[in-house]
């Protein structure tokens, strides 16, 4: 089986520290996440795969900034695979930063980006979408109920056209049920080691999807 590329885009959940300007190579180029996990679940359990994982992540990234570097963070790269987990600060802007609405992705916009990001993608790639979350389980939290919202415009948009949704607020349900957030994340965004192993493994999942 041939060498295959998979580029992973997002924002801080993603990044993680990776590696400037391109997320890749030695130790630790990958960063602290679970991009670096999913790469060392790949190399164990699927070395035959012979997946080239590239973390593109940038922290504080909305659907708008992704989709205005795609060019250099994506196409440029010349993908087999692109995994995309992005929304968490088009919710969150809304939120920490009230005023300044000219930084706001509201969802009309969110949607809309998603499907450029298919347009641009899709069928000389194969591409994958990974939801926003929000470790809070009372679902009337204004925040939760949000990013409800936008999750659920990605998994209509990847209804649309055919492409895996991993839906990782639904995965992240269980560990909720027997820890309080602040055992899993700090701010209710950013995960610990435990949520992100969850990430690799549904992200694994999809992409073995892809690859059977």
């Not at 998979?6 to 801080?12: A, E, K, R, Y």
């Not at 990044?15 to 790949?42: I, K, Q, S, W």
């Not at 995994?83 to 509201?106: C, K, M």
Request: glycine share 6%; with cysteine; aromatic share 8%.
């Amino acid at each position: 089986m041939p060498v295959k590329k998979l580029v992973i885009l997002g924002d801080s959940i993603t990044d993680c520290g990776r590696a400037r300007p391109v997320g890749e190579g030695l130790p630790g180029a990958l960063g602290n996440g679970y991009v670096n996990l999913f790469d060392a679940m790949a190399q164990v359990d699927h070395p035959a795969w012979k997946l080239r994982v590239v973390n593109m992540g940038t922290d504080g990234e909305t659907s708008r900034d992704l989709l205005a570097r795609w060019d250099t963070d994506c196409d440029a790269l010349e993908p087999d695979i692109v995994a995309v987990l992005i929304g968490i600060n088009d919710v969150w802007r809304q939120f920490d930063s009230p005023y300044r609405t000219e930084i706001h992705v509201l969802p009309d916009e969110y949607a809309a980006n998603l499907r450029e990001m298919v347009r641009r993608t899709v069928p000389a790639r194969k591409l994958l979408f990974v939801s926003p979350f929000y470790f809070e389980p009372n679902e009337k939290d204004p925040m939760r109920a949000q990013m409800d919202v936008y999750r659920a415009l990605m998994r209509t948009v990847a209804a649309e056209n055919d492409i895996p949704f991993v839906d990782l607020q639904d995965a992240f349900a269980e560990l909720l049920q027997h820890f309080y957030p602040g055992c899993i994340t700090w701010d209710r965004v950013h995960p610990s080691a435990p949520a992100q192993l969850i990430i690799a493994r549904q992200i694994m999942a999809a992409v073995e999807s892809l690859l059977a």
